[in-house]
């Protein structure tokens, strides 16, 4: 109906994803999370997954869209 | 368990998510024209968003928290509500039946109903619906705002009015394509907010063996992490049929095979996911008759891997509670903050070797039971050196023996989850309530507009005026959600609420659809009879019925016990299973008797023998629904024998 889902998905994933990193590098790994740096590696995942997203909402506007 | 200090990473993860909702709500305003616009979304949407939304919507509160919740309590027999009472339904609902909602352009399950019976038998299921949504919607906004209140410390009235005007907001604007929308926004968010929680739970708990082994040690002692009384074989927790198959002594859910199977997986599972207008409204808003019968199955691939993201929390929660890891245990229920003064002033008042009279002072005055000795560990410590009232109160609260199961999700993102992880989980909670919320009002608003409103008050009119009266009843559907919320703050697990009502409700309608679509014979009056009589049934069997060591009153028995079940969730499906017969027999009965008021031309399109058969054959091989469900159910059975 006129919206791309996957834009707003797209782009709000790669937002929190960066917001994310940033913790991520500011901070290093956490005693918390068994002392891995999950918000470094999870941000990288969801900035990826979003970018996935705006990749596929990017091309959505120039095929048809698929049942 | 203490509130948990949010860092400003998290707020700002909260508010992105909430600017995101609300903006979608926004952006999708200008095309809502008509009230089908609004209540129906027109029929547009492709099968994957609305798949992903069918399964969203249903992912509410209860998920995230209950399963979890139950989890803890009884292990991967849990997953029964997924393999057993989910999938099989879900896939009869996209291959057989979705042709008959969708092909006779229904706007809603009611609606079919009417077009297939009458309209009392309509008005019944619709009026039953409405108040089910409103009284589902209630407890999973009730669930948020305690868990807001318990995690972050927040205002429970604050949290609830706050987060209802954030739904509100963007259903009021954008209507259903809002809430199916933002439904498959929350969908990622709770599986991405949650996964790396469960990851890291598991890998804390050493991977899945060691955690079998520390099950093993819970079922054989259950009550040293205050789980069950009894005592069971080591797999009673990581075997989901065995201990089933054994009887209802030797599983901690107390339920026999035969009430799961028939109570659980056919009558309750078949009843919501193939009657309940939350889900198949998703479905009823693809875009073509192929979108509408697939929207189900692609629901029902992410729904059979559920149990990794909900059920295995509770599982890690129960493993780390038995070895004690980090000194974990499963979060106690909170004593209310105006019994503090009194149990604090008591353990000051005690004597040091505190005897049974001070403990049991003590524990009247916390109004909950505890723990002997962390109780005198807590009165010698003091004596020895005085400690500061804060100090006692959380030594209290700790000591308290009773679990409060639905805090133990929150427990583990609080044990894992740094600053920005923290933004993240607690936001994917947040999505879950919100998506069951909106879905639950969406649901609502449409039945109410058309299938009471139009129906039965005010017909005729024109449609800006029922667009009006769709708006206008969001707003009140909110509002009588949150005076369910108040109402449901009573009960402790909303998993087991839920599961009486919808019993009450949803196990007698699968008979009456059953023997609509597939029976021609079926008349109107044979329909409501039937419909009637099941939920009838319901209520007598809830008032003669019990479940082992509650009082009779609110949880049944009230006419007398003819009947103890050895547990609750037992009593439900047994109930659910005969109010479905109920209905059924009185259904048929009645049908004979009374003469059928639609001929076969009338019926076509909402029979299945009046009805002709969907040609699937010029669709390629992978995408034919029976196909994909064949397949799905195969999937699903292979996850049981690998459980088994």
Same mark, same amino acid.
Not at chain 2, 85 to 114: C, D, H, I, N, T
Not at chain 2, 167 to 184: F, R, W
Not at chain 2, 195 to 212: E, M, T
Not at chain 2, 227 to 247: I, Q
């Given at each position: 109906?006129?919206?791309?889902?996957?834009?707003?998905?797209?782009?709000?994933?790669?937002?929190?994803?960066?917001?994310?990193?940033?913790?991520?590098?500011?901070?290093?790994?956490?005693?918390?999370?068994?002392?891995?740096?999950?918000?470094?590696?999870?941000?990288?995942?969801?900035?990826?997954?979003?970018?996935?997203?705006? !990749?596929?909402?990017?091309?959505?506007?120039?095929?048809?869209?698929?049942? | 368990?203490?509130?948990?200090?949010?860092?400003?990473?998290?707020?700002?993860?909260?508010?992105?998510?909430?600017?995101?909702?609300?903006?979608?709500?926004?952006?999708?305003?200008?095309?809502?024209?008509?009230?089908?616009?609004?209540?129906?979304?027109?029929?547009?949407?492709?099968?994957?968003?609305?798949?992903?939304?069918?399964?969203?919507?249903?992912?509410?509160?209860?998920?995230?928290?209950?399963?979890?919740?139950?989890?803890?309590?009884?292990?991967?027999?849990?997953?029964?509500?997924?393999?057993?009472?989910?999938?099989?339904?879900?896939? !009869?609902?996209?291959?057989?039946?979705?042709?008959?909602?969708?092909?006779?352009?229904?706007?809603?399950?009611?609606?079919?109903?009417?077009?297939?019976?009458?309209?009392?038998?309509?008005?019944?299921?619709?009026?039953?619906?409405?108040?089910?949504?409103?009284?589902?919607?209630?407890?999973?906004?009730?669930?948020?705002?305690?868990?807001?209140?318990?995690?972050?410390?927040?205002?429970?009235?604050?949290?609830?009015?706050?987060?209802?005007?954030?739904?509100?907001?963007?259903?009021?604007?954008?209507?259903?394509?809002?809430?199916?929308?933002?439904?498959?926004?929350?969908?990622?968010?709770?599986?991405?907010?949650?996964?790396?929680?469960?990851?890291?739970?598991?890998?804390?708990?050493?991977?899945?063996?060691?955690?079998?082994?520390?099950?093993?040690?819970?079922?054989?002692?259950?009550?040293?992490?205050?789980?069950?009384?009894?005592?069971?074989?080591?797999?009673?927790?990581?075997?989901?049929?065995?201990?089933?198959?054994?009887?209802?002594?030797?599983?901690?859910?107390?339920?026999?095979?035969?009430?799961?199977?028939?109570?659980?997986?056919?009558?309750?599972? !078949?009843?919501?996911?193939?009657?309940?207008?939350?889900?198949?409204?998703?479905?009823?808003?693809?875009?073509?008759?192929?979108?509408?019968?697939?929207?189900?199955?692609?629901?029902?691939?992410?729904?059979?891997?559920?149990?990794?993201?909900?059920?295995?929390?509770?599982?890690?929660?129960?493993?780390?509670?038995?070895?004690?890891?980090?000194?974990?245990?499963?979060?106690?229920?909170?004593?209310?903050?105006?019994?503090?003064?009194?149990?604090?002033?008591?353990?000051?008042?005690?004597?040091?070797?505190?005897?049974?009279?001070?403990?049991?002072?003590?524990?009247?005055?916390?109004?909950?039971?505890?723990?002997?000795?962390?109780?005198?560990?807590?009165?010698?410590?003091?004596?020895?050196?005085?400690?500061?009232?804060?100090?006692?109160?959380?030594?209290?609260?700790?000591?308290?023996?009773?679990?409060?199961?639905?805090?133990?999700?929150?427990?583990?993102?609080?044990?894992?989850?740094?600053?920005?992880?923290?933004?993240?989980?607690?936001?994917?909670?947040?999505?879950?309530?919100?998506?069951?919320?909106?879905?639950?009002?969406?649901?609502?608003?449409?039945?109410?507009?058309?299938?009471?409103?139009?129906?039965?008050?005010?017909?005729?009119?024109?449609?800006?005026?029922?667009?009006?009266?769709?708006?206008?009843?969001?707003?009140?559907?909110?509002?009588?959600?949150?005076?369910?919320?108040?109402?449901?703050?009573?009960?402790?697990?909303?998993?087991?609420?839920?599961?009486?009502?919808?019993?009450?409700?949803?196990?007698?309608?699968?008979?009456? !659809?059953?023997?609509?679509?597939?029976?021609?014979?079926?008349?109107?009056?044979?329909?409501?009879?039937?419909?009637?009589?099941?939920? %009838?049934?319901?209520?007598?069997?809830?008032?003669?019925?019990?479940?082992?060591?509650?009082?009779?009153?609110?949880?049944?028995?009230?006419?007398?016990?003819?009947?103890?079940?050895? %547990?609750?969730?037992?009593?439900?499906?047994?109930?659910?299973?005969?109010?479905?017969?109920?209905?059924?027999?009185?259904?048929?009965?009645?049908?004979?008797?009374?003469?059928?008021?639609?001929?076969?031309?009338?019926?076509?399109?909402?029979?299945?023998?009046?009805?002709?058969?969907?040609?699937?054959?010029?669709?390629?091989?992978?995408?034919?629904?029976?196909?994909?469900?064949?397949?799905?159910?195969?999937?699903?059975?292979?996850?049981?024998?690998?459980?088994?």
């Amino acid at each position: 109906m006129g919206l791309d889902i996957r834009w707003p998905i797209g782009l709000m994933f790669s937002i929190i994803g960066v917001l994310l990193v940033i913790e991520g590098a500011r901070f290093g790994a956490s005693a918390q999370a068994l002392n891995i740096n999950i918000n470094l590696i999870w941000g990288v995942v969801l900035v990826v997954f979003g970018a996935l997203m705006l !990749f596929g909402a990017i091309r959505g506007g120039k095929k048809p869209p698929t049942s | 368990m203490q509130p948990i200090h949010l860092a400003t990473v998290d707020y700002i993860i909260l508010l992105t998510y909430v600017a995101f909702v609300i903006g979608i709500g926004w952006a999708l305003a200008r095309y809502m024209k008509s009230s089908a616009d609004f209540l129906t979304s027109g029929r547009s949407i492709p099968a994957w968003v609305t798949g992903l939304a069918f399964i969203s919507a249903n992912l509410g509160a209860l998920e995230l928290v209950g399963m979890a919740a139950s989890g803890a309590k009884y292990g991967i027999a849990t997953s029964h509500f997924y393999w057993v009472g989910a999938v099989p339904a879900m896939v !009869f609902l996209a291959v057989f039946m979705m042709p008959f909602y969708y092909g006779s352009k229904a706007r809603s399950v009611p609606e079919y109903l009417q077009m297939r019976f009458n309209k009392p038998v309509m008005g019944l299921n619709a009026v039953s619906f409405a108040v089910m949504t409103v009284f589902a919607s209630g407890i999973s906004m009730n669930a948020l705002a305690k868990l807001l209140h318990l995690l972050l410390g927040w205002n429970y009235d604050m949290a609830l009015w706050i987060c209802s005007a954030v739904v509100l907001i963007y259903v009021l604007k954008g209507g259903l394509t809002s809430a199916i929308y933002t439904e498959v926004l929350q969908f990622f968010m709770i599986v991405l907010g949650f996964a790396p929680v469960v990851w890291l739970g598991l890998k804390d708990v050493g991977g899945w063996s060691v955690l079998k082994g520390d099950l093993a040690g819970v079922a054989q002692n259950p009550s040293s992490i205050g789980v069950n009384g009894s005592t069971f074989s080591p797999d009673a927790w990581t075997s989901a049929w065995k201990p089933l198959v054994a009887g209802s002594a030797h599983n901690p859910m107390g339920v026999d095979w035969f009430a799961m199977v028939f109570g659980l997986g056919f009558v309750l599972a !078949f009843g919501y996911w193939c009657t309940n207008f939350l889900v198949v409204q998703r479905a009823m808003a693809a875009k073509n008759m192929t979108a509408a019968r697939n929207t189900p199955i692609i629901a029902a691939i992410p729904k059979m891997f559920f149990p990794i993201l909900v059920i295995l929390p509770g599982m890690i929660a129960a493993g780390l509670a038995f070895t004690h890891k980090d000194n974990y245990r499963l979060p106690p229920v909170a004593i209310s903050a105006s019994a503090f003064p009194g149990a604090v002033a008591a353990v000051q008042a005690a004597s040091p070797q505190t005897t049974d009279a001070d403990f049991d002072t003590i524990s009247k005055a916390a109004g909950k039971s505890l723990d002997k000795s962390k109780v005198a560990a807590i009165v010698t410590d003091n004596s020895s050196k005085k400690l500061s009232d804060v100090e006692i109160a959380d030594r209290l609260q700790d000591a308290v023996t009773e679990n409060d199961y639905d805090s133990v999700i929150l427990s583990l993102v609080k044990k894992y989850c740094p600053a920005g992880l923290l933004g993240l989980a607690l936001t994917g909670l947040l999505a879950s309530f919100m998506s069951g919320m909106a879905g639950n009002v969406t649901a609502f608003n449409t039945v109410w507009t058309y299938n009471l409103y139009q129906a039965f008050f005010v017909p005729g009119k024109s449609d800006s005026h029922y667009f009006w009266m769709g708006r206008f009843i969001t707003v009140v559907g909110i509002l009588l959600s949150i005076a369910c919320a108040y109402f449901a703050s009573h009960y402790s697990n909303a998993m087991d609420v839920i599961q009486l009502v919808f019993g009450f409700v949803n196990a007698p309608v699968f008979a009456t !659809f059953l023997l609509g679509m597939f029976w021609a014979r079926a008349t109107g009056i044979g329909a409501f009879v039937g419909l009637a009589g099941g939920i %009838s049934t319901s209520i007598i069997f809830h008032s003669l019925t019990i479940a082992a060591g509650n009082v009779p009153g609110i949880k049944g028995g009230y006419l007398g016990v003819m009947q103890t079940f050895p %547990s609750e969730m037992a009593q439900n499906f047994w109930l659910a299973s005969f109010a479905f017969l109920g209905c059924f027999i009185l259904t048929l009965v009645v049908s004979f008797l009374t003469k059928r008021t639609k001929t076969d031309e009338e019926l076509k399109g909402l029979v299945y023998s009046l009805t002709p058969k969907i040609k699937d054959q010029d669709q390629p091989f992978f995408k034919r629904p029976a196909v994909l469900g064949t397949v799905l159910i195969i999937v699903c059975i292979i996850l049981n024998v690998i459980f088994w």
